[in-house]
Every structure is written in C-alpha cells, then in structure tokens.
C-alpha cells in the first residue's frame, strides 16, 4: 500500500508540481499510518489535513487556470469538486468505522488510482497550456 511520486507526473509548473508531491507524501503517510494500525486520531488528523491540503491546491490550480484563460476551467473545477465530496466520504467512513485495513485499502484505490488519473491526464492538459 505505498504511493510514491512518480516524476513522469510532473506538469512543467514548479508550484503545482510541488503541491502535487506533498499530496503523495501526505496520502502515503496516511496510507502507512492506517497499515500500522497507529489510531484513529493520527489517521484522522491527517485526513483533516489532506482534506484542508486538497482544498489549498485545488483554489490555486483553478486560478492559475482563471488568470490564464484555460478554456477548459470549468471541466476540470468540476472535477475537483467531484473528489472533494468523495474524500469527504472517505473521512465519514473514518468517522464511522475508525481506521481500518478495509478503510486503508479503500483509501488506497479512490485516492490513488484518482490523483494518478486526474495528475496524469487533467492535469497534464492544464501543465502543457500553462507552458505555451
């Protein structure tokens, strides 16, 4: 259950690539806390953080795209929405269920398999637009 950042996910944009790379660090830490079993408290503030963390990142790629008229804002603000509310079920799970392997293992397969995805295909369009 490891993340680690890939460099072949990087966009080009120092500061979104680096927001990018804290968001692996983090959702790596979180994955081995809920591997080890370290409590409720540590694997909830981190998801506390990741879920403060996401909303930082997401404000600052949507204005990069706002102030340079990325014609595809709007597509991509929407799926920055659609993982918010899923992450925010993922901390109600927490909430409910404490930190389990199943939670762990779910955690795992949405929010890995989706910054993968959003980094290497949304992300990448809005990287190479930010270049020309």
């Known amino acids: 259950m490891k993340l680690a950042w890939d460099p072949r996910l990087a966009i080009g944009h ?12 983090r959702v790596g830490s979180l994955l081995a806390a809920m591997h080890a079993n370290r409590g409720k ?3 909830g ?3 506390r953080f990741l879920e403060e963390y996401v909303k930082v990142h997401f404000t600052a790629e949507e204005r990069f795209m ?3 008229g990325y014609p ?4 991509h603000a929407a799926l920055h929405l659609q993982f918010e509310k899923t992450f925010s ?3 109600g799970d927490l909430v409910e269920s404490g930190a389990s392997s199943v939670l ?22 809005l990287g190479a637009f930010l270049k020309v």
């Open 72 to 75: 595809q804002r709007d597509a």
């Open 45 to 47: 503030a981190l998801i």
């Open 66 to 68: 706002s102030a340079h």
């Open 89 to 91: 079920g993922l901390k």
């Open 14 to 25: 120092p500061i979104i690539d680096e927001q990018h790379q804290e968001l692996f660090r």
């Open 104 to 125: 762990a293992v779910k955690v795992n397969h949405v929010v890995c398999d989706w910054l993968r995805q959003h980094i290497g295909h949304a992300d990448r369009a």
């Open 41 to 43: 408290e540590e694997v």
